[in-house]
């Protein structure tokens, strides 16, 4: 299985950006499909989360300006950032699990300038 994320790049405070990943080399619906994201010198957090059943989670920070959403049919999930802050400056990573197994793309970076 690879998980292939795009979208990422520089924006202003205040824009918006749309995170894309695509995963591939699976025929079978993923649980939980999520975006986490590292900043430098931080630990990995989560972002969002979509359950295949179509429930989300979203981290506190991002609540109301992140919005998660999938296309099982195309085993994609996005990301849609809005309202972004230099805080959100960070490597943004793809997650797909399907019972005990867990998939990481491998990042794309988004960096909010003040």
């Known amino acids: 299985v690879q998980l292939v994320e795009s979208g990422g790049g520089l924006v202003q405070a205040g824009g918006s950006l749309r995170l894309s990943c695509v995963a591939s080399?699976?025929?079978?619906?993923?649980?939980?499909m999520a975006w986490y994201r590292q900043a430098p010198g931080k630990q990995r957090e989560l972002v969002a989360a979509?359950?295949?059943?179509?429930?989300?989670n979203y981290a506190d920070s991002v609540k109301g300006r992140l919005l998660i959403s999938r296309d099982n049919a195309k085993n994609t999930v996005y990301l849609q950032m809005n309202s972004l802050k230099p805080e959100d400056t960070a490597v943004y990573y793809c997650?797909?699990?399907?019972?005990?197994?867990?998939?990481w793309g491998q990042g794309t970076q988004v960096t909010v300038s003040s």
């Open positions: 979509s359950t295949s059943g179509g429930r989300t």
């Open positions: 080399g699976s025929d079978f619906r993923f649980n939980v």
């Open positions: 997650n797909a699990a399907i019972g005990p197994y867990n998939y």
